[in-house]
């Protein structure tokens, strides 16, 4: 991580981008500082640390948090004060939940972390529910369904749809409560948490599945969950973000984790022993939230309360903004693609290649932006490099097919034509052909007149009666070379058409 100043900046930058905004989280079981940089619709996370003091662990027992684990977080709270004030940050908002609201001595450490410096909230049940809630309605916007937002201290459920959210609550069904329900085994502990989440209004079993619409777990135990179904099944890709599995597949997993020992988990690359030991009873809870929602399938989300957050003080057009474009166009203006230059080779290759019947006009324009991004990168790690931004970054408003199709794109507009089998895996031939035609497309325009303006203005690529045809303006005949005829040639023999070029007086406008 390197650290340093822009000239104009107040703030010191952090990885290219500068830290815009802080989020402290004091949860039940962790205490995480997050910092932010880029396009707040889809920020960029610059610094991401967090201090495991299990704040909420006595909180059953006792009904205060312990004294030790009282010091740990300060020791960690008072490290990100002066993190934040170094870096010069101001806009910081710090937010605690479960285990601060629910203990007698809850409103003590609040006065200490004021006395470092910070002003804490503490929010309730329903206000974290709900900022759970637009954190995934951030990154899903057509989200519809019941979120389930699992911490340390509790389990937030929320309905979600349209933009929307409905009967939000809180249970005390946290992994750091979870053993209590676990006193005479796995199957009695599956009853128990039945009987709680029926208490708490949520059994919907009887409903139809298209009622229900998706659950989507969001929380770093849920989290820990999909890497460990990716990690079965051989997926390729490695950001559970977005991940999903049908109801039938969800209550599989949840099965074999519940009969499974925490020792063997423990085992699982990417899986830390802190949420190996988690693992089995949110197996068991999943289980229940299985049978007591009916959901038609399962989505895993990484956004949650913190992105929540950000959300909630957008203004409403930043929100209407499209994620996936706003956190792209952020990512490859930083290395040297415009957005404007990306959109006009966009509509300047719509004519010829086209997003059909397996992408979009929003991919297509993605792939544009990544693809002339990815040009900026040294030749002999170009491809690598730039494949892996497609399908292992943090987008969101993607699924893997989508991420399948951006890497193909950027493979075409390299020439590269050979795909690897990690993207063959995430997509059909026919979607992945499409692409591919976006990429070749991208070359043509990209390669013609070295991406200038003028070269797109004087130019038009289209077909016209079964051809693929290049329309060049007579002053700019010159252009013409080798390399258009190849690259022509290869986006006609993709679209299984002839091609030519015509020099005309002048392009219309």
Same mark, same amino acid.
């Given at each position: 991580?390197?650290?340093?100043?822009?000239?104009?900046?107040?703030?010191?930058?952090?990885?290219?981008?500068?830290? !815009?905004?802080?989020?402290?989280?004091?949860?039940?079981?962790?205490?995480?500082?997050?910092?932010?940089?880029?396009?707040?619709?889809?920020?960029?996370?610059?610094?991401?640390?967090?201090?495991?003091?299990?704040?909420?662990? !006595?909180?059953?027992?006792?009904?205060?948090?312990?004294?030790?684990?009282?010091?740990?977080?300060?020791?960690?709270?008072?490290?990100?004060?002066?993190?934040?004030? +170094?870096?010069?940050?101001?806009?910081? +908002?710090?937010?605690?939940?479960?285990?601060?609201?629910?203990?007698?001595?809850?409103?003590?450490?609040? /006065? &200490? @972390?004021?006395?470092?410096? @910070?002003?804490?909230?503490?929010?309730?049940?329903? &206000?974290?529910?709900?900022?759970?809630?637009?954190?995934?309605?951030?990154?899903?916007?057509?989200?519809?369904?019941?979120?389930?937002?699992?911490?340390?201290?509790?389990?937030?459920?929320?309905?979600?749809?349209?933009?929307?959210? +409905?009967?939000?609550?809180?249970?005390?069904?946290?992994?750091?409560?979870?053993?209590? =329900?676990?006193?005479?085994?796995?199957?009695?502990?599956?009853?128990?948490?039945?009987?709680?989440?029926?208490?708490?209004?949520?059994?919907?079993?009887?409903?139809?599945?298209?009622?229900?619409? #998706?659950?989507?777990?969001?929380?770093?135990?849920?989290?820990?969950?999909?890497?460990?179904?990716?990690?079965?099944?051989?997926?390729?890709?490695?950001?559970?973000?977005?991940?999903?599995?049908?109801?039938? %597949?969800?209550?599989?997993?949840?099965?074999?984790?519940?009969?499974?020992?925490?020792?063997?988990?423990?085992?699982?690359?990417?899986?830390?022993?802190?949420? %190996?030991?988690?693992?089995?009873?949110?197996?068991?809870?999943?289980?229940?939230?299985?049978?007591?929602?009916?959901? /038609?399938?399962?989505?895993?989300?990484?956004?949650?309360?913190?992105?929540?957050?950000?959300?909630?003080?957008?203004?409403? =057009?930043?929100?209407? &903004?499209?994620?996936?474009?706003?956190?792209?166009?952020?990512?490859?203006?930083?290395?040297?693609?415009?957005?404007?230059?990306?959109?006009?080779?966009?509509?300047?290759?719509?004519?010829?290649?086209?997003?059909?019947?397996?992408?979009?006009?929003?991919?297509?324009?993605?792939?544009?932006?990544?693809?002339?991004?990815?040009?900026?990168?040294?030749?002999?790690?170009?491809?690598? &490099?730039?494949?892996?931004?497609?399908?292992?970054?943090?987008?969101?408003?993607?699924?893997?097919?989508?991420?399948?199709?951006?890497?193909?794109?950027?493979? %075409?507009?390299?020439?590269?034509?050979?795909?690897? #089998?990690?993207?063959?895996? @995430?997509?059909?031939?026919?979607?992945?052909?499409?692409?591919?035609?976006?990429? @070749?497309?991208?070359?043509?325009?990209?390669?013609?007149?070295?991406?200038?303006?003028?070269?797109?203005?004087?130019?038009?690529?289209?077909?016209? +009666?079964?051809?693929?045809?290049?329309?060049?303006?007579?002053?700019?005949?010159?252009?013409?070379?080798?390399?258009?005829?190849?690259?022509?040639?290869?986006?006609?023999?993709?679209?299984?058409?002839?091609?030519?070029?015509?020099?005309?007086?002048?392009?219309?406008?």
């Amino acid at each position: 991580m390197t650290y340093g100043k822009r000239r104009g900046d107040k703030n010191g930058a952090i990885a290219g981008s500068r830290p !815009e905004r802080a989020i402290i989280d004091i949860g039940s079981n962790t205490v995480r500082l997050v910092v932010y940089g880029g396009t707040m619709r889809a920020p960029t996370v610059l610094l991401n640390e967090k201090v495991t003091a299990k704040l909420g662990r !006595e909180i059953a027992a006792t009904g205060r948090l312990a004294d030790e684990a009282m010091a740990l977080a300060l020791r960690g709270l008072k490290r990100f004060a002066l993190l934040l004030t +170094d870096l010069g940050i101001n806009d910081i +908002d710090t937010v605690a939940t479960a285990a601060v609201r629910d203990a007698a001595n809850g409103p003590e450490f609040v /006065e &200490q @972390l004021r006395a470092i410096g @910070l002003n804490p909230r503490v929010i309730s049940g329903e &206000q974290e529910a709900l900022l759970s809630a637009h954190g995934v309605i951030g990154a899903f916007p057509d989200a519809r369904g019941i979120v389930a937002d699992l911490g340390g201290g509790s389990l937030e459920l929320v309905r979600v749809s349209g933009g929307k959210t +409905d009967s939000a609550s809180t249970l005390p069904l946290g992994t750091l409560r979870l053993p209590d =329900h676990r006193k005479d085994g796995r199957a009695e502990m599956k009853k128990s948490l039945d009987k709680a989440i029926r208490k708490g209004g949520w059994d919907l079993a009887a409903n139809p599945p298209q009622a229900n619409g #998706a659950l989507y777990l969001v929380g770093g135990t849920w989290r820990a969950m999909a890497v460990f179904a990716m990690a079965a099944q051989g997926y390729p890709l490695s950001d559970p973000h977005g991940f999903e599995l049908d109801a039938a %597949a969800a209550l599989e997993l949840a099965n074999s984790l519940a009969a499974s020992e925490t020792e063997l988990i423990k085992g699982r690359e990417r899986i830390s022993a802190m949420r %190996a030991e988690k693992l089995p009873d949110a197996a068991v809870l999943l289980q229940s939230l299985l049978t007591q929602l009916n959901p /038609e399938r399962v989505v895993f989300s990484s956004w949650g309360l913190r992105e929540g957050l950000l959300y909630d003080r957008l203004p409403a =057009h930043t929100r209407a &903004q499209d994620p996936l474009l706003a956190g792209v166009a952020v990512f490859a203006s930083h290395r040297g693609s415009e957005p404007t230059l990306a959109t006009r080779m966009a509509a300047w290759t719509l004519d010829a290649a086209p997003a059909r019947e397996h992408g979009s006009e929003r991919l297509r324009l993605a792939a544009t932006m990544l693809a002339l991004a990815a040009m900026q990168i040294e030749p002999n790690i170009r491809l690598p &490099q730039a494949i892996n931004w497609a399908l292992h970054k943090r987008w969101v408003g993607i699924d893997g097919k989508g991420r399948a199709m951006l890497a193909a794109a950027i493979a %075409a507009n390299g020439n590269q034509l050979n795909l690897p #089998a990690r993207v063959r895996a @995430l997509a059909s031939e026919e979607a992945l052909e499409e692409a591919v035609r976006w990429g @070749l497309a991208l070359r043509i325009a990209r390669r013609l007149g070295a991406q200038s303006r003028r070269s797109l203005e004087v130019s038009r690529l289209g077909v016209e +009666d079964g051809a693929l045809v290049l329309k060049l303006a007579e002053s700019h005949a010159a252009l013409l070379g080798q390399p258009t005829e190849k690259d022509m040639k290869l986006l006609a023999g993709r679209l299984g058409l002839g091609w030519r070029v015509d020099i005309v007086p002048e392009i219309a406008a």
